[in-house]
């Protein structure tokens, strides 16, 4: 074990310090090429989004796309470690079918597909936020439907555990279709909370490292490379993306995060009970994309608006709060989610 933690802790500094030489150039070649954020002036729903405007006008032109860098770095570790193994410097590669193949296929279809949302969104292509995603909706549920499928038939997979609440429940051909959904839910949730400087990836970033603990003790240590290079990536990420913001990550990023945590949650559900214990340290996001789920239903059903604007990040601004105070109290916050995840998880383990 001592030897497997050696080999991931040295995977993590060289994914970081690689971010950290690669971040500053990539950031000049984007303001280089003028690719700066575009402000929406519309809301999901076709409505005005004054609100939104005035409170983030000032980061018009920020460059963006921090997702293509992160994927360039993910794919020169995933070399590096193929290289390695070939050398006998290390004792695996990050490409096996047996633990990681359904995760860089998630990370990597997702964030490559949406490396072209964020080009349109840059060159001004798309007025409102998301509308391109509408166009590409049947590449999301085609990847989303593959993945299911990918659990249920090629690894049997057609329970859940929802431990504490319950044991193992069959859903036979239900199986895909819940995840299917839960996919969809997960990768939009984060793209939607993405929305303040160090918001999303600092929420993210504190769930990761509570899958790369309960993923080494299970022992698929393939996997918690695979979160430590993107934690690694994160990290890194940081020192630019702190308020005020010198990158911003895109949805190719936002994107690439959601399908890698979705499928992270459907292989701990093959070894134990997270189905539950995830509800709890991804209650953040559910919070934040419910508030903006419950806005576009009061604009349809009622005519008028439920909040003065949303997702709640957005409100808590309009109330007058800092967007340093609202993602250094997310963070406190989701810390304390983190460490009950961690003690029910090891609780469930232990027994």
Same mark, same amino acid.
């Given at each position: 074990? !001592?030897l497997k =933690?050696?080999?991931?802790? =040295?995977?993590? !500094?060289?994914a ?29 729903t ?13 980061k ?8 293509? !860098? ?5 794919g020169i ?13 290390t ?7 047996s633990?990681?193949?359904i995760?860089l296929?998630?990370f ?6 949406w490396?072209?949302?964020?080009f !349109? ?5 798309w007025k409102?936020?998301?509308l391109s995603?509408?166009a ?11 993945i299911?499928r990918?659990f249920y038939?090629? =690894?049997? $997979?057609d329970?859940?555990?929802l431990?504490p609440?319950?044991g193992k429940?069959n ?15 997960i ?11 160090g918001?999303?990836?600092?929420l993210?970033?504190?769930i990761?490292f509570?899958?790369? $603990?309960?993923t ?23 020192f630019?993306n702190i ?17 890698l ?9 093959m070894?134990?009970?997270?189905f ?5 340290i991804f209650? =953040? ?5 419910g508030?903006?789920?419950l806005q ?6 009622r005519k008028?608006?439920l909040f ?5 990040h957005?409100?808590?601004e309009h109330?007058?709060i ?6 250094m ?6 810390w ?11 609780y469930?383990?232990?027994?």
């Amino acid at each position: 074990m !001592l030897l497997k =933690l050696n080999q991931i802790i =040295l995977f993590w !500094l060289g994914a970081f310090f690689l971010a950290i030489i690669l971040y500053p150039i990539y950031i000049h070649l984007l303001k280089k090429f003028k690719a700066g954020q575009k402000i929406r002036e519309a809301s999901v729903t076709g409505d005005g989004s004054p609100i939104f405007s005035n409170l983030h006008k000032h980061k018009e032109g920020t460059p963006t796309m921090w997702g293509w !860098l992160f994927l360039l770095i993910m794919g020169i570790m995933l070399i590096i470690s193929v290289f390695l193994k070939r050398k006998g410097r290390t004792t695996y590669s990050l490409i096996t079918r047996s633990e990681t193949y359904i995760l860089l296929f998630g990370f990597f279809s997702m964030g490559l597909i949406w490396i072209i949302d964020d080009f !349109l969104n840059i060159r001004g292509k798309w007025k409102i936020k998301w509308l391109s995603a509408k166009a590409k909706l049947i590449g999301m549920f085609l990847f989303a439907g593959f993945i299911s499928r990918w659990f249920y038939a090629k =690894l049997g $997979v057609d329970y859940v555990n929802l431990w504490p609440i319950a044991g193992k429940i069959n859903l036979w051909i239900f199986f895909p279709i819940l995840t299917f959904f839960i996919t969809i839910s997960i990768v939009n949730a984060i793209n939607i909370t993405d929305g303040l400087d160090g918001l999303a990836w600092g929420l993210m970033s504190i769930i990761l490292f509570v899958l790369a $603990v309960v993923t080494f003790f299970n022992g698929t240590y393939l996997a918690t490379t695979i979160i430590g290079i993107t934690i690694a990536s994160l990290i890194a990420f940081m020192f630019f993306n702190i308020n005020p913001a010198k990158i911003f990550m895109g949805d190719s990023g936002a994107l690439a995060l959601g399908w890698l945590l979705s499928c992270l949650l459907y292989i701990l559900n093959m070894r134990m009970g997270i189905f539950i214990p995830f509800l709890v340290i991804f209650g =953040l996001f559910i919070v934040d994309t419910g508030s903006s789920f419950l806005q576009i239903l009061s604009k349809k059903y009622r005519k008028k608006k439920l909040f003065a604007t949303a997702p709640l990040h957005h409100l808590l601004e309009h109330k007058g709060i800092s967007e340093a105070t609202i993602v250094m109290k997310a963070w406190m916050l989701q810390w304390i989610l983190a460490a009950i995840t961690l003690i029910a998880i090891f609780y469930q383990i232990a027994n």
